[in-house]
């Protein structure tokens, strides 16, 4: 019956709608990313709010927003999902298995992302994951010399390959006394090339006529952000990860916008063979883990973040 559970199951499909929403916060991006119409999205929404009887979007012409049950509902919709994969899974046989190559950016260290990982691991034990930690240019060019099955990395300046995971603004930040000195150059604490963060940053400063200069170059983060704590200088960084003792520099400091970043999912190019074949759906089981996971990726990994 209609509000209650014991009625039956939460229909996958439903949650799985329900999931893209409330990453997306739209129905019309949410249809894109699924591959379906968008009156399919609101049939589905429609249908499991009730079967819980509640609410789990407030919605308008301009937006839409998660309700404090939908808010609920974004924890038990990816414990059933898991739960049904792992299911279905056990009685096909077709659990995904053999290696694969997967590598993310520096930025997801400190975050969530090992969570994520840990399940993955939990839930497909017959996978070898190996994973690799660079900086987002570099990931790229593994990727095309067929080094990596998957990446997880910011998406470069005018491409539009990749599934969208997350998007964040970027911003200035540094420690907390620190003054710039307009007649002086910018000090910059940056990763090295071909880090997407470092040629942002370059690129809008001599767009606006700012001269800069090199502080500090680490292909660490936890060295960028020692740095950054130290006084050395700037850093551009994503607004929603923010270190501890770190601050965004202020408007007054005269600084440019930075504009926004893309975090995306890529594939390898697929290959034949078993061993292709096995990679191939290792790869698509953590990216769906991942895209399950929505903007809560890129939240810091809790207190003590990041480690002294």
Do not use: N
């Given at each position: 019956?209609?509000?209650?559970?014991?009625?039956?199951?939460?229909?996958?499909?439903?949650?799985?709608?329900?999931?893209?929403?409330?990453?997306?916060?739209?129905?019309?991006?949410?249809?894109?990313?699924?591959g379906?119409?968008?009156?399919?999205?609101?049939?589905?929404?429609?249908?499991?709010?009730?079967?819980?009887?509640?609410?789990?979007?407030s919605?308008?012409?301009?937006s839409?927003e998660?309700?404090?049950?939908?808010?609920?509902?974004?924890?038990?919709?990816?414990t059933?999902?898991?739960?049904?994969?792992?299911?279905?899974?056990?009685?096909?046989g077709?659990?995904?298995r053999?290696?694969?190559?997967?590598?993310?950016?520096?930025d997801?260290?400190?975050?969530?992302?090992?969570?994520i990982?840990?399940?993955?691991?939990r839930?497909?034990?017959?996978?070898?994951?190996?994973?690799?930690?660079?900086?987002?240019?570099?990931?790229?060019?593994?990727?095309?010399?067929?080094?990596l099955?998957?990446?997880?990395?910011?998406?470069r300046?005018g491409?539009?390959?990749?599934?969208?995971?997350?998007?964040?603004?970027l911003?200035?930040?540094g420690?907390?006394?620190l003054?710039?000195?307009?007649?002086?150059?910018?000090?910059?604490?940056v990763?090295p090339?071909?880090?997407?963060?470092?040629?942002?940053?370059?690129?809008v400063?001599?767009?606006?006529?700012?001269?800069?200069?090199?502080?500090?170059?680490s292909?660490?983060?936890?060295?960028?952000?020692?740095?950054?704590?130290?006084?050395?200088?700037?850093?551009?960084?994503t607004?929603?990860?923010?270190?501890?003792?770190?601050?965004?520099?202020?408007?007054?400091?005269?600084?440019?916008?930075?504009?926004?970043?893309?975090?995306?999912?890529?594939?390898g190019?697929?290959?034949?063979?078993r061993?292709?074949?096995a990679?191939?759906?290792?790869?698509?089981?953590?990216?769906?883990?991942?895209l399950?996971?929505?903007?809560r990726?890129?939240?810091?990994?809790?207190?003590?973040?990041?480690?002294?």
């Open positions: 019956m209609p509000g209650d559970p014991r009625g039956g199951m939460y229909d996958p499909a439903q949650l799985r709608t329900f999931l893209a929403v409330a990453q997306t916060l739209s129905f019309t991006r949410a249809a894109r990313r699924l379906v119409r968008q009156s399919t999205v609101s049939q589905h929404v429609r249908r499991l709010e009730d079967a819980t009887g509640r609410p789990l979007f919605r308008d012409t301009h839409v998660l309700t404090e049950d939908g808010e609920a509902m974004l924890g038990f919709a990816s059933i999902l898991a739960a049904h994969e792992r299911a279905a899974a056990f009685f096909t077709g659990r995904p053999g290696r694969l190559r997967f590598g993310a950016s520096e997801f260290v400190l975050t969530r992302l090992p969570e990982l840990e399940s993955f691991r839930d497909h034990p017959e996978v070898d994951l190996e994973l690799t930690v660079e900086l987002s240019g570099t990931l790229h060019e593994q990727l095309a010399a067929g080094l099955d998957l990446v997880l990395a910011k998406r300046g491409d539009t390959h990749g599934e969208l995971v997350w998007r964040s603004a911003t200035w930040i420690a907390p006394r003054r710039l000195d307009p007649d002086r150059p910018v000090p910059l604490i990763y090339p071909p880090g997407i963060t470092r040629a942002r940053a370059l690129t400063l001599e767009a606006h006529g700012r001269r800069w200069r090199v502080a500090c170059t292909a660490s983060l936890s060295a960028l952000i020692a740095a950054a704590r130290a006084g050395l200088g700037v850093m551009a960084h607004r929603g990860l923010i270190p501890p003792g770190l601050v965004p520099v202020p408007a007054r400091a005269g600084l440019p916008e930075l504009g926004e970043v893309d975090f995306v999912l890529l594939h190019a697929r290959s034949t063979g061993e292709g074949g990679a191939q759906e290792a790869a698509d089981a953590l990216a769906a883990a991942i399950a996971a929505g903007d990726l890129g939240r810091p990994a809790g207190e003590g973040w990041p480690p002294p």
